[in-house]
Every structure is written in structure tokens, then in C-alpha cells.
């Protein structure tokens, strides 16, 4: 599988940072192989992932790793091998009654145009691409950092994560539990996070957290844990870090919050519509999936979410 991984996106992935995306299922995708040799033709990963909405619990999956080997690539019909396998797995394990009550991803534009035409796809979002300049931490200020090590306590971060719930009800927002925090940020192999806590000043209480990655020219803003009400403090506390690091703040979020992230901090603000379109599956279990689902338009997202950044 991490050959067919290396041929389809021109670099390697290591068996530790592939034991830990697929890390705590059994069921990792579709896999179509070649009846002669069973060599790997086709692949549509699956990773588990649980939205909540209105105090109530989906069972979700995020799809990912879609490869097609080269040799096949050029049978893009209902024929083909990514209709396949991508078939094969909403029809056998996405619906109302069977494990995953909807799917969703984030796709290339090519892969998501033709998940459209080939019909296993509509759209469910679009990642708006937010930068902010950074910005020196003013003087008379309410909120204080904090970096969060692997030693350091994350019970706190399950407080912030239920005031998050009770924030957005109205949205489908992914589980962001101490737990998953510690398995997205703090044991993938290979990539260095910044966990920070936003603290009040005087009284030290935790207001949000949130997660960054820096990179040469940039500092990527992840994720965001906490109430709605201390997005300011959250987006001051990013731009005051990123200022630190001599650099500008990026973030990728969904049209469903991007206006929330603009009015806490619309100024020293450029933003404008990704390429990333978020699709939901098109057909599931039971055929072909009526307009109307609930997650649509409501997928409380960032970049975090993605297995890739």
C-alpha cells in the first residue's frame, strides 16, 4: 500500500505515520487489486471521525490516501478504478444503519470535479483561505499565552471542548477531546506542532486553545478549541506568536464559521475562497443520497481536520 502511496503522490509515508492516521480501525478503505498477482490497484481510505450536532453524536469518516495506479488512470467512468473502489465503500459502509452515517474529505479540485461528474460526490463545503499580518501583543492586554507540553495536564482541554459544544449547537463539529488533540498533534510522526493556551491574564483561567506548524514563510493556524466568545483573544494570541516568529498567519476554514473568524478580527484580514471543496458522499447503502442532509453547509472545519497539513 505505501508503494501505491509513493507512485500516486510522488513521496514516500512512513509505516509509523501510516499506522497513525489509520489508528484505531480495522476497516482503512477499499482496496481493488489485480486478479493475476494481487498487486494494489485502487485504494479509498477511510479514517473514523465523530461530529457532534445538537448535543447528539454521528459516526462520521473522513475519506483520504485516494490512489489509483498510474497504469489505470486513464478509465475515469463508472468503469474505472476510483469508482470502484469509492463505490464499493459508500454502498457497503456509509448510511443510516451501517457504520458511518456520512463521509467526507478534502480532495484536490481535479479529484473532487471528477467525484462530481462520476456522481459519488456533492458538495458539503468550501475552505476559505484566511491570512492575517502578524501583530505584536499589545501592552494592556486581558489574555496571556501558554505553551502546551506533553507533560502538561489536558484535562483543560476537554473544559474548553464542551464549551465549544455548547457554542456552535447548530453546526456539525468534529470531536476535538483531550484524546484527540494528544493523537492529532502530539504523536504524528515526524511533524512538530505548537500547542498554545490562551489564558486570562490575571486570573490564569484557560480560554481557548489553539494549534499551529510553522513553516518557512508562514505559520499554519490549525485549530481552534473553545467557545465561540474568545475567538478574538484567540486570533490576538495567534498573530501575537506569529509576530514572535517573523511570520504572517494562514488558516484554512469552512464557509460555515469563516464569517465568525472575520467579525472577531476583521482587520489586517485578506480573505478569499481555497481550492479545497469539501464533498459528502453522493450515494450510500441504501442509493443514491437525497438532497437535504443536515451536515450540509453546517461542517464546523479547519485545516486540522485534514490528515495532510
Not at 95 to 106: D, K, L, Q, T, V
Not at 112 to 140: E, I
Amino acid at each position: 500500500m505505501r508503494a501505491l502511496f509513493a507512485q500516486v503522490f510522488g513521496h514516500s509515508i512512513s509505516l509509523e505515520e501510516w499506522e497513525w492516521k489509520y489508528l484505531g480501525t480495522d476497516l482503512r478503505g477499499s482496496l481493488l487489486t489485480k486478479a493475476s498477482n494481487g498487486d494494489a490497484i485502487a485504494f479509498f481510505g477511510g479514517m473514523p471521525r465523530i461530529f457532534i450536532y445538537q448535543g447528539g453524536r454521528f459516526h462520521a469518516v473522513q475519506n483520504g490516501d485516494v490512489m489509483v495506479r498510474m497504469q489505470e488512470r486513464g478509465v475515469f467512468s463508472r468503469k474505472g478504478a476510483l469508482y470502484q473502489v469509492a463505490n464499493h465503500f459508500f454502498s457497503q459502509h456509509v448510511g443510516a444503519n451501517e457504520e458511518y452515517a456520512f463521509a467526507f474529505g478534502f480532495p484536490n479540485q481535479r479529484h473532487f470535479r471528477l467525484g462530481l461528474k462520476l456522481g459519488l460526490y456533492s458538495k458539503a463545503a468550501q475552505m476559505q483561505h484566511m491570512r492575517w499580518s502578524p501583530q505584536a501583543a499589545p501592552w494592556h492586554r486581558s489574555w496571556a499565552i501558554k505553551p502546551i507540553g506533553v507533560h502538561m495536564p489536558l484535562h483543560i482541554l476537554d473544559i474548553l471542548w464542551q464549551q465549544m459544544q455548547v457554542s456552535w449547537p447548530g453546526h456539525f463539529v468534529p470531536e476535538r477531546t483531550a484524546k484527540h488533540w494528544q493523537w492529532r498533534y502530539q504523536q504524528r510522526p515526524g511533524v512538530e506542532y505548537q500547542l498554545l493556551l490562551v489564558c486570562q491574564r490575571l486570573t490564569r483561567r484557560p480560554l481557548a486553545a489553539v494549534a499551529l506548524r510553522l513553516h518557512a514563510q508562514h505559520c499554519d493556524w490549525l485549530d481552534y478549541l473553545g467557545p465561540r466568545e474568545h475567538l478574538p483573544e484567540a486570533i490576538a494570541a495567534v498573530r501575537a506568536f506569529a509576530h514572535q516568529q517573523q511570520r504572517s498567519v494562514h488558516a484554512l476554514i469552512s464557509d460555515a464559521v469563516a464569517s465568525e473568524f472575520r467579525e472577531a478580527q476583521p482587520k489586517s484580514l485578506d480573505q478569499s475562497p481555497s481550492e479545497i471543496c469539501v464533498p459528502t458522499n453522493a450515494i450510500d447503502a441504501t442509493g443514491a443520497v437525497l438532497p437535504g442532509k443536515p451536515w450540509v453547509g453546517r461542517l464546523w472545519l479547519m485545516g486540522g481536520d485534514s490528515d495532510f497539513m
